[in-house]
């Protein structure tokens, strides 16, 4: 029979669980793991999370072995091959709010129920707007993501450059702009020029995450 201590962390484990899909929290050195033998699968997730998250510390093991060799309790969270978890399946339930279990499919998150999934089997378009979808879903639940700056201090971007991004991040070539903002073609390279060179920033998926982070566009419109 469950003792009532057992029962208290058991209940406090199952809210962590089902309130906290993603959370980063507070603070430089937060640390994130990635733990899945697939090289070009971790390479892609790896610069998608620093991109969501530039103060994170995003380290890659390609076995459950490596993790348990480099301090696993120091990680926020767990990005896991679903296979790893099936062969260590208890060290992670314990720990089911940091698990995040990397499926190649819908059906596969299925055999997991206990953990939250994240499929990594999609174009990477999919895997940000996943990725922002986990990440907002624990901001509005109150849990302790790094302030975000709405606007750097340094090279602001002007109303029309955000105009712009906004469009940008929702999958609208440079015609299609140059068109819904009345402005020639010319002037949108401009400032898509401009926005790459103040944000430090050039792939389409790096923007994409700045503008849904700083509230320039709704992530349902990505």
Sequence with gaps: MMSEKNKMMSEKNDEQYYSSPLSFGEGPGVRLSIIDPNT??????????????????VEVFGSFTELQANNPEQYFHYFVAMNIVLEHRTFFLERRHKTIVLTLGLDNATTLSDFHSLCINVPEKQLVKSLLALEQHAHANGRNLPPINRQPQQNPLSDREIEVLSLVAQGHINKEIADMLN????????????????????????????????????????
Excluded: W
């Design 40 to 57: 070009l699968a971790t390479i892609g997730l790896k610069s998608i999370l620093q991109d969501i998250m530039p103060i994170a510390q």
């Design 183 to 222: 402005i020639s073609l010319p002037t949108v390279v401009s400032h898509r020029k401009n926005i790459t060179e103040k944000l430090g920033m050039k792939s389409i998926s790096a923007l994409t995450i700045y503008a849904v982070m700083h509230g320039y566009v709704d992530i349902n419109k990505i």
